[in-house]
C-alpha cells in the first residue's frame, strides 16, 4: 500500500466538484489531481500546490499525534 498523498494521478474531473483543499470550483472536464483507494475517489485537489499543501497539512497532524502520544 503507497503513503497517503503519493498515489495522486492527474485526470479530468468527471463531474462538477470542489477541491478539498482552496474550495476552488472544478468543472467537469478540467484538469485535477485525485486520490483513488478501495476504487473510490477519496481526496480531489485542483493543482499541484494543494496537494502539496494537503501533504503538508497530513504528515504535519500525524506528527503532533505522535508527539501526543509520547508525552501522555
Known sequence: MS???SD???VNASHPCQC???GRHIAAGD???ESV???K???RVCSEDCR???DDHYWQEKARERERAVRA
Open 20 to 22: 478539498s483543499e482552496c
Open 8 to 10: 495522486f494521478v492527474k
Open 31 to 33: 484538469p485535477c489531481l
Open 41 to 43: 475517489v477519496r481526496k
Open 37 to 39: 483507494r478501495f476504487g
Open 52 to 54: 502539496l499543501t494537503f
Open 3 to 5: 503513503l497517503i498523498g
